[in-house]
């Protein structure tokens, strides 16, 4: 016989979900976005030439004729790739070029060649929308923002990631309906979670804690009112919370989720009449990868852990805060509900505990929703829906146990709805830059927010303002350190077109553009480009730019170009943010030139070392003769292309890389000189800095 859950397992509960709003929902089109499609370079060119009457045939070139004659028209090499079932042929440019250059060399090749048309072979892209049958008409809380709906804003993050199989987001939460439709197969290989509901009752299961993480329905049934617990229907609020977070898409069922690539761990805390602190708080643990007694190792660790549940009490218990605290530390972010009691979070647990992202609930109008929890303590908020319009996810249709054909989907309202399309949007944040810190991904939050519209209840009571999951994508991405230059510092001629390329090791699904300028010691009227942007076409992971160095009568040899990228505040650059090329004059003498002329190599502990790399190379039109590199203070050659015997020979163009190691023995600021002397000149000096700090040591931890 079951028996009735004690009173102190019954005070930690579920956060109420007020009403099962039920919406009568049919399959709608998604929505055509207002959006111009993703712009990619174009690799080949489109080339037709007409017929004509029998006679002059023959003078209609072939493919291979066709393929010469238009790379000696655009000085540039083309290949040959097929010919279309029209006539016309396909050829392949030697590198990718932006659209507007591909079209003006197409406009210019069909001028000069006599063909029909030479156009871009364009690149398409699908739209980067849900096809899911209820996306368009009844998922207002993922899409953007309109003057009459106040969405989270997914598609624009979607442009960017779906998520990445390596970020792992967890639901402590009742379970989840494993086979349903739009979640199945949705957790990590090999690990569906694990159930830690401990007390029999609450379980519903037969069992306690097990490596079973499935729903088995958390039904109350009118013999068991002595729980202390109304009668209820279950709610399969798990798997509810579990599609909004991360239901398939674009797999004509159903819905969508906020981060649909995001693997979901199934982690179940919840039961019949809620579950206890001491399971939430082992499972809080579990779940980011930290050891349980009794309990196997968790082999998937979630980053972002979705806690849309609470409890009354004017302070957070010990046991919840050192459990987040321990998370925190392990690098997993927690979000949780702010509840649904129109009153202060303060006074809901765990959202008056420190270190949790605690969320409020908005309405499709922008309007702090009539249930939801607010105050100080709130740090965003995010649809949650009201009796207008609920929030539409995955449940079953059965009222107790889970009925194996009842997949189906319902709109409820709550704080537990807006808690995972933040949770979502992190994961997406940590998918397109996964060295963001738990305070970057906040202030990000913060400060990617759609503001509150004017007259909105939630204005200064529901934190920063409404999710907007694009700009926040957007913005983790751009502080990736992915960005480096492809090319060495190296030796160019006047009037040569300078081809630069440039890698980014994480490529996205938009375009991605780099400001650059362009600097050094010669004259800026030297360059036909002296800024501009670098862009980089949705997935790709390189990109060129090219400048050309005017010829300049007066130019002493040696004289640098440096090209610049990015912002310095955003550090967007995975290497050093600028590249110095070596302008040559074959007209002059040989002549000594250095791509640097200071070095900085910063802060370092005592015992280890840095180093750092400079072109030696000869400016002129004759060879020079290095007879000597000499380094002063606590810098030495760490190796290099240039020659450790002297004298040796660089002749016009050529040079060798001086590469400077600094290892400081002291604690303070360092400083020295490298001089590269040569036969034919004056020694050229390069001034080095740096600085030593104390070295960490490190004591095992040990029981005396």
């Known amino acids: 016989m079951l028996q009735p859950m004690p009173h102190a397992l019954r005070a930690f509960t579920l956060i109420a979900l007020v009403l099962l709003l039920l919406v009568s929902i049919g399959p709608a089109r998604a929505d055509e976005q207002d959006e111009a499609p993703p712009v990619a370079p174009v690799e080949q060119l489109i080339v037709r030439f007409p017929p004509s009457d029998d ?40 590198e990718p070029l932006p659209i507007e250059e591909a079209q003006r060399l197409a406009a210019r090749l069909a001028a000069v060649s006599g063909a029909e048309y030479v156009e871009p072979d364009l690149v398409f892209f699908p739209a980067v929308v849900p096809g899911d049958p209820l996306y368009g008409g009844a998922q207002w809380n993922l899409q953007a923002v309109t003057s009459a709906r106040y969405g989270a804003n997914f598609p624009e993050a979607w442009m960017i990631t779906t998520g990445s199989p390596a970020v792992i987001g967890a639901i402590l939460d009742t379970g989840g309906l494993l086979t349903h439709e739009d979640l199945a197969g949705r957790t990590p290989t090999g690990n569906p979670g694990y159930d830690f509901i401990s007390t029999l ?12 993480p499935r729903d088995p329905g958390d039904w109350i049934s009118s013999t068991e009112t002595n729980s202390g617990c109304p009668v209820s ?127 409020a609930a908005s309405t499709l109008s922008g309007d702090r929703a009539s249930y939801s929890n607010f105050g100080p303590l709130v740090t965003l908020a995010a649809p949650g829906g009201d009796s207008a319009a609920a929030v539409v996810s995955t449940v079953n249709s059965s009222a107790t146990a889970p009925s194996p054909t009842g ?61 907007n999951a694009g700009a926040a994508v957007e913005e983790a991405a751009r502080r990736v350190r992915q960005l480096s230059f492809a090319d060495e510092p190296r030796v160019i001629a006047e009037g040569e077109e300078v081809t630069v390329t440039l890698a ?41 730019l090219s400048l050309r160095v005017e010829r300049d009568a007066e130019r002493d040899p040696g004289e640098t170009l440096t090209i610049t990228l990015g912002d310095p505040e955003r550090a967007t650059l995975a290497g050093p ?16 030139a250095l791509s640097a002329d200071s070095l900085d190599f910063g802060p370092h502990r005592l015992g280890a070392s840095e180093t750092r790399s400079v072109m030696v190379a000869n400016g002129g039109g004759a060879p020079i003769s ?33 590469v400077i190691a600094f290892g400081p023995n002291t604690i303070g600021a360092h400083s020295g000189r490298a001089v590269v002397g040569v036969a034919e000149g004056e020694a050229r000096n390069i001034t080095l800095q740096g600085s030593g700090i104390e070295a960490q040591v490190v004591l095992p931890m040990v029981r005396q």
């Open 55 to 94: 006679a002059a045939r023959q003078a209609v070139p072939g493919p291979l004729q066709a393929t010469g004659q238009l790379s000696a028209l655009a000085a540039t090499p083309l290949e040959y790739v097929r010919t279309l079932a029209d006539g016309a042929h396909v050829l392949r440019l030697p």
């Open 201 to 212: 009752f609450n379980a519903n299961d037969g069992d306690g804690r097990d490596p079973d």
């Open 233 to 359: 229907p279950s709610s399969w609020h798990g798997s509810h919370v579990a599609g909004i977070f991360g239901a398939r898409a674009n797999n004509e069922r159903g819905i969508a989720g906020a981060a649909w690539d995001v693997p979901m761990l199934v982690v179940r805390v919840l039961g019949k009449c809620g579950g206890s602190l001491s399971d939430v708080a082992d499972a809080i643990r579990w779940a980011a990868g930290l050891s349980v007694p009794g309990v196997p190792n968790n082999p998937t660790p979630a980053r972002v852990l979705n806690l849309s549940l609470g409890a009354s009490g004017s302070a957070c218990p010990v046991t919840m805060q050192n459990a987040i605290n321990a998370v925190n530390q392990n690098g997993a972010i927690v979000v949780v509900a702010a509840g649904n009691a129109n009153t202060s979070a303060s006074n809901m647990t765990p959202a008056n505990c420190a270190g949790a992202v605690v969320v």
């Open 407 to 467: 997949d189906s989907y319902v709109g409820y309202r709550g704080t537990s709805m807006a808690t995972p399309h933040v949770a979502g949007a992190i994961s997406l944040m940590l998918s397109a830059n996964p060295g963001l810190s738990r305070a970057e991904a906040l202030e990000i939050l913060r400060n990617t927010v759609t503001p509150f519209p004017a007259g909105s209840g939630c204005i200064d009571r529901c934190g920063a303002g409404i999710l």
């Open 504 to 544: 980014l090791n994480l490529a996205s699904n938009r375009e991605v553009s780099v400001p650059y300028s362009v600097g050094g010691t010669a004259s800026q009227a030297d360059h036909t480009l002296r800024h501009g942007r670098v862009t980089f076409a949705p997935g790709r992971r390189s990109a060129t």
């Open 577 to 592: 943010s600028s590249l110095t090329m070596i302008i040559q004059d074959t007209t002059a003498a040989g002549r000594l």
């Open 626 to 658: 290095v007879t000597r590199i000499d380094l002063e203070g606590s810098f030495a050659r760490s190796g290099g292309t240039c020659p450790a015997g002297f004298p040796f020979s660089l002749g016009p163009g050529e040079s060798c890389t001086l």
